[in-house]
Nanobody
């Protein structure tokens, strides 16, 4: 079992930045794909970004590419999402998720992930 806790959400102005953190406990996540998803009110949960377990290849949805950066620190069992140039449409609850170990499937699909955090609210004002 992997317990994950997100932090770093809050209120930001358009053009501002926030850094989300997700700390995992229970087992090492070094061999897990780690993902960030978000869900706005009335919307389905959508893929934001993921980072592989192997050579830390990163993946982004088109709407955040170039603005968001995912990274991981396996020594700290933590994954980060640096969010720059925030837009009001980035407003959502952000969730970190893990799948593995040694996962090689469709990391864009939330149904593939085994473990989820409780979510952290990000609100961007215009």
């Amino acid at each position: 079992q992997v317990l994950m806790i997100e932090s770093g959400g809050g209120l930001a102005q358009a053009g501002g930045a926030l850094r989300l953190s997700c700390v995992a406990s229970g087992r090492t996540i070094a061999n897990y794909v780690m993902g960030w998803f978000r869900q706005a009110p009335g919307e389905e949960r959508e893929f934001v970004s993921a980072i592989s377990w192997s050579v830390s290849t990163t993946y982004y949805t088109d709407s955040v590419r170039g603005r968001f950066t995912i990274s991981r620190d396996n020594a700290k069992n933590t994954v980060y999402l640096q969010m720059d140039s925030l837009k009001p449409e980035d407003t959502a609850v952000y969730y970190c998720a893990a799948v593995g170990p040694y996962y090689r499937g469709d990391l864009y699909d939330p149904e593939e992930y085994d473990y989820w955090g409780q979510g952290t609210q990000v609100t961007v004002s215009s």
